[in-house]
């Protein structure tokens, strides 16, 4: 497997490079933004805190396992991904106003959401490994540069502003084509899953969700 | 009499223990997952996370940050006494949680469900959950933390008699592979089923089974045992692993549990105990004694007692 370093406000030639299943670690400087934060710039309109989208292009699904201490300071723990596909009502237009080119989180997000928003705004896709490195991503981080918007929204929605350096590992999820390695993997595993169903049964009683229709009857 | 500060000191050192030391069984599960896995991704993250439970360990910090949420399982033997009684006992619990959550630090996960108030401290209103259960003879209490993820991996449904094994293979995969693509399970995991009941005991009998147990324990029912045998095999079959990745590490070990359910029924409840099995046990004695393990040992002949009388003491100690 292909293992590279990458700068957490790439360019396009950085980003055309990459490959499905890469392995990769980023230096420089990420933010946490995750429904709450979504929500306030998408929703209600309010402009990201100044610098931000200058000062990175890397947003981390995330919110980290940290304290602040007595003096003001604050100590960073582990630091795991939360998962993305719940975000995809926002994806589109946080993307246009972010300017973000690296979006990190947990299991992708739908393929539909990397053709139509992600590979308009150039950016790709980086997932977290396991899921929980948490402990190996907890020692890329250099330190805290801010935390925005945490009286509003908590420690754990709030926007972390670290520093980091060789902070990983990641794989890449999506290229800048819109491709995801996640849906082909699931392709390659779908192909052998009659197989492994037989010996079973569907249950004798249904639920809604496996119909649609709210007039079927249950048994 | 058990000092509630020893309680709360125990129960300081178990948070910690639980969020950054990995457990043997679990590790060692692990490694045999590692050495078999021919899925390049897949044999790529599962050494990731060999060197994640290392890394975590050597630093003193949380093997994953998202921490779970914390809970607690406490059993007071009966002749137990504690300081300040049961009120004191939950208290203590209750403070341990808040102060870890700070001093580790943990994430504080808890929020209310609606207003999404957070206290930071991973204590609201019922969080941490703490369950009790007894034992006939000594005078100890044992603290139990787990530190389950909280969103994906577990479902329930209501099968009935005539669904039969056919059935309960159907739901297991059915769970398996919803919550395994993309790796949203955090496999490998422990599965724990829970089989009768009523569907909150179902619930909990799936849960314990799944963090209460350790890898490579087997119930004592033979029938059961080799259930959860074929359901280790049939799990790893699907063609998945780590991530939700082409691979055969899906599960590190399968544990069932069963109640006595309403004749016309037949409960079943699917939990994943992710990559990140975090628990940790202590046994607090009336002499002031304290012994830590990592296998909580909470199965004993008496939680599985068949009837009104149970069998007797000396086997239940054997066992524990």
Not at chain 1, 22 to 38: H, I, K, Q, S
Not at chain 2, 246 to 264: F, L, N, P, Q, R
Request: hydrophobic residues 40%; charged residues 25%.
């Amino acid at each position: 497997m292909n293992k590279l370093r990458l700068s957490t406000s790439p360019d396009r030639a950085a980003l055309a490079a990459l490959s499905l299943g890469d392995v990769v670690y980023l230096d420089g400087t990420v933010y946490t933004a995750r429904e709450g934060v979504y929500r306030r710039v998408v929703e209600d309109g309010e402009a990201l805190p100044p610098g931000l989208t200058a000062e990175s292009a890397t947003n981390f699904h995330c919110s980290p396992a940290a304290t602040v201490e007595a003096d003001g300071s604050y100590t960073v723990g582990a630091v795991t991904a939360t998962a993305s596909f719940r975000f995809s009502k926002w994806i589109g237009p946080w993307l246009d106003r972010s300017g973000a080119k690296l979006i990190l989180g947990k299991g992708g997000m739908n393929p539909e959401d990397y053709r139509a928003h992600f590979v308009p705004n150039g950016a790709v896709y980086l997932t977290t490994v396991g899921y929980g490195t948490g402990a190996l991503l907890g020692r890329g981080i250099r330190r805290v540069r801010a935390v925005h918007w945490r009286e509003r929204l908590g420690l754990a929605q709030a926007v972390w502003v670290v520093e980091v350096a060789n902070f990983g590992p990641f794989l890449v999820e999506s290229d800048l084509a819109g491709s995801s390695l996640f849906e082909r993997e699931n392709a390659k595993i779908a192909a052998g899953l009659d197989k492994v169903y037989e010996g079973t049964r569907p249950a004798v009683m249904k639920r809604f969700g496996e119909t649609d229709d709210r007039r079927d009857e249950m048994i | 009499m058990i000092s509630i500060d020893s309680i709360h000191r125990t129960a300081l050192t178990l948070m910690s223990k639980a969020a950054i030391e990995i457990p043997d069984d679990y590790l060692d599960g692990l490694r045999r997952a590692a050495e078999a896995e021919d899925g390049d991704l897949s044999a790529f993250v599962l050494q990731a996370m060999l060197e994640n439970y290392d890394a975590a360990k050597e630093d003193g910090r949380a093997m994953c940050g998202d921490t779970g949420c914390p809970r607690w399982y406490v059993k007071l033997a009966n002749e137990a006494r504690i300081e300040g009684g049961p009120v004191a006992l939950e208290q203590a619990l209750r403070r341990a949680t808040a102060d870890a959550t700070h001093n580790i630090p943990l994430r504080p996960n808890r929020v209310h469900p609606l207003w999404r108030t957070d206290h930071d401290n991973n204590v609201g209103i019922a969080a941490p959950e703490i369950e009790v259960a007894f034992e006939p003879d000594g005078d100890w209490i044992e603290l139990t933390t787990v530190h389950k993820g909280g969103l994906f991996g577990t479902d329930y449904r209501m099968l009935f008699p005539s669904d039969g094994i056919e059935g309960i293979r159907r739901f297991y995969l059915d769970s398996l592979v919803a919550f395994g693509k993309r790796g949203l399970a955090c496999q490998p995991a422990i599965v724990g089923i829970g089989l009768g009941g009523s569907k909150d005991a179902c619930m909990v009998l799936g849960k314990r089974a799944a963090c209460l147990r350790t890898v490579g324990d087997r119930n004592p029912d033979p029938k059961i045992a080799a259930l959860e045998r074929e359901f280790i095999d049939l799990g790893n079959s699907i063609g998945m692993g780590a991530m939700g990745f082409v691979g055969k590490s899906m599960v590190v070990d399968c544990h069932i549990e069963v109640g006595y359910c309403h004749t016309g029924g037949m409960q079943m409840s699917v939990h994943a105990f992710c990559l990140s099995s975090r628990r940790a046990c202590a046994r607090l004695h009336g002499d002031g004694r304290i012994e830590y393990r990592t296998d909580p040992q909470w199965f004993t002949p008496y939680q599985r007692r068949e009837t009104v009388e149970w069998p007797p003491a000396a086997v239940t100690a054997a066992v524990a």
